[in-house]
């Protein structure tokens, strides 16, 4: 899902698709946000191997994924 070369232009669609898509860009932001900030700690906590993608790039690949994918979520 996520490499560690992530393409900046790859990364800056799905960040566009992601605010283009929303009702609210604010809220949008916040959950990117929000987003990063679990995936900062889980790195810290050594939960998650992929430390070189930064929180942020993460969570916005996550987030552009389950948007786009939503039968790929459980439950």
Same mark, same amino acid.
């Given at each position: 899902m996520i490499t560690s070369s992530l393409d900046a232009k790859d990364l800056a669609k799905r960040g566009? /698709? +992601?605010? #283009? =898509? /929303?009702?609210?860009?604010? +809220?949008?932001?916040?959950r990117i946000a929000f987003r990063a900030? =679990? #995936?900062r700690f889980d790195d810290? &906590?050594?939960l998650l191997e992929e /430390?070189? $993608?930064?929180? $942020? =790039?993460?969570a916005i690949v996550e987030l552009s994924d389950e948007q &786009? =994918?939503?039968? +790929?979520l459980p439950g």
């Open positions: 566009e /698709s +992601l605010i #283009r =898509q /929303s009702p609210n860009r604010y +809220l949008t932001t916040v900030k =679990q #995936r810290f &906590d050594g /430390s070189s $993608v930064k929180p $942020v =790039q993460r &786009d =994918q939503p039968d +790929l």
